[in-house]
């Protein structure tokens, strides 16, 4: 089993930046099984569905959303079994819940990722 944990959220100003970090744990995981995950970041606004926003492979192949592209940037350190997602001019529209996710492939859809954080609230005021 592993645990993801998100952390990083918080509230920020239009055109502010924030850090999200997730750190996968687990009694038999190790650095090498971590690397070989695929980590994704979803993100779910009150009244919305769930939506894809940055995935990051174990070779670190990246794919992210039109809506964060030029905006947000995945990064993965396999050395402390952690995931980021850097953001940069963050929008009013960036509000949500930020979920870390991992699995075994890259896919856009949430229902290929086996494991899942709590999540971390982004609130971006205008």
């Known amino acids: 089993q592993v645990q993801l944990i998100e952390s990083g959220g918080g509230l920020v100003q239009a055109g502010g930046s924030l850090r999200l970090s997730c750190a996968a744990s687990?009694?038999?995981?190790?650095?090498?099984?971590?690397?070989?995950?695929?980590m994704g970041w979803f993100r779910q606004a009150p009244g919305k569905e769930r939506e894809f926003v940055a995935a990051?492979?174990?070779?670190?192949?990246?794919n992210d959303a039109d809506s964060v592209r030029g905006r947000f940037t995945i990064s993965r350190d396999n050395t402390k079994n952690t995931v980021y997602l850097q953001m940069n001019n963050l929008k009013p529209e960036d509000t949500a819940v930020y979920f870390c996710?991992?699995?075994?492939?890259?896919?856009?859809?949430?229902?290929?990722?086996?494991?899942w954080g709590q999540g971390t609230q982004v609130t971006v005021s205008s």
């Open positions: 687990g009694r038999t995981l190790t650095t090498y099984t971590f690397s070989t995950y695929t």
């Open positions: 990051i492979s174990w070779g670190g192949a990246t």
């Open positions: 996710a991992g699995g075994a492939r890259m896919a856009l859809s949430g229902r290929s990722y086996d494991y």
